[in-house]
């Protein structure tokens, strides 16, 4: 069974940074990789997806430039490296595995993942 655990939210003042770290337990992890958040009282939107080498990535518009995801293979961790954050940015953090390895059309939608973490808390105070 795939297990998806996310670390590393916390408080952090507006300006500041925060690297989220997500475990994957009971796989190979050659599967593509995305982070998710979903902001008080809003929809849980895609954040950053990964390719199962790491060689191709996709952020959405409002974190391009201050966020960058990563992934360590050998350790079957993704991160999140967040950057200048803003108060926008609170939200709670999800991590989310795809069965395929390749970023596709659905990577860009919850539809697209088969395996989700229970998130984490980030909030950026201002």
């Known amino acids: 069974q795939v297990q998806l655990v996310e670390s590393g939210g916390g408080v952090v003042q507006a300006g500041g940074s925060l690297r989220l770290a997500c475990a994957v337990l009971g796989s190979t992890f050659n599967n593509a990789m995305a982070w998710f958040r979903r902001p008080p009282g809003k929809e849980r939107e895609l954040v950053a997806v990964?390719?199962?080498?790491?060689?191709?990535?996709a952020y959405a518009d409002s974190v391009k430039g201050r966020f960058t995801i990563s992934r360590d293979n050998a350790k079957n961790t993704v991160y999140l490296q967040m950057s200048s954050l803003k108060p926008e940015d609170t939200a709670v953090y999800y991590c989310?595995?795809?069965?395929?390895?390749?970023?596709?059309?659905?990577?860009?939608?919850?539809?697209?993942?088969?395996?989700w973490g229970k998130g984490t808390l980030v909030t950026v105070s201002s």
């Open positions: 990964i390719h199962w080498s790491g060689t191709s990535t």
């Open positions: 989310a595995a795809d069965r395929s390895g390749v970023i596709h059309s659905g990577s860009y939608y919850q539809y697209g993942y088969h395996y």
